[in-house]
Nanobody
Framework: QVHLVESGGGLVQAGGSLRLSCVAS????????MAWFRQAPGKERDFVARFSWGAGMGFYANSVKGRFTISGDRARNTVYLQMDSLTPEDTAVYYC???????????????WGQGTQVTVSS
């Protein structure tokens, strides 16, 4: 089991920035990376970005590409999400997840943090 704790959410005006952090503890050696998802009220949980330890780089959903930057610190089992040029459409609960690559299937996300609320006012 991996325990994930997110932080950094809050209220920000449109056009502003926030930086989220997620720290993992426990059985972290099985992770190939970490990822961020978000869930707006009444909507499904959507993929936002993933950071791969091996590649040392991020992969993004089209909706955040160019505005959000994911980074990671493998030694600290920590991943960050820098969110710039925020819009009200970014309002959601943001969840951190473990990312494990399964051959011929792809990345699996099966352990989650409790989430942190991000609210962007217009």
């Amino acid at each position: 089991q991996v325990h994930l704790v997110e932080s950094g959410g809050g209220l920000v005006q449109a056009g502003g920035s926030l930086r989220l952090s997620c720290v993992a503890s426990g059985r972290t050696w099985d992770m190939d990376g970490m990822a961020w998802f978000r869930q707006a009220p009444g909507k499904e949980r959507d993929f936002v970005a993933r950071f791969s330890w091996g590649a040392g780089m991020g992969f993004y959903a089209n909706s955040v590409k160019g505005r959000f930057t994911i980074s990671g610190d493998r030694a600290r089992n920590t991943v960050y999400l820098q969110m710039d040029s925020l819009t009200p459409e970014d309002t959601a609960v943001y969840y951190c997840a473990t990312a494990v690559y399964v051959n011929k299937i792809g990345y699996q996300y099966d352990q989650w943090g409790q989430g942190t609320q991000v609210t962007v006012s217009s």
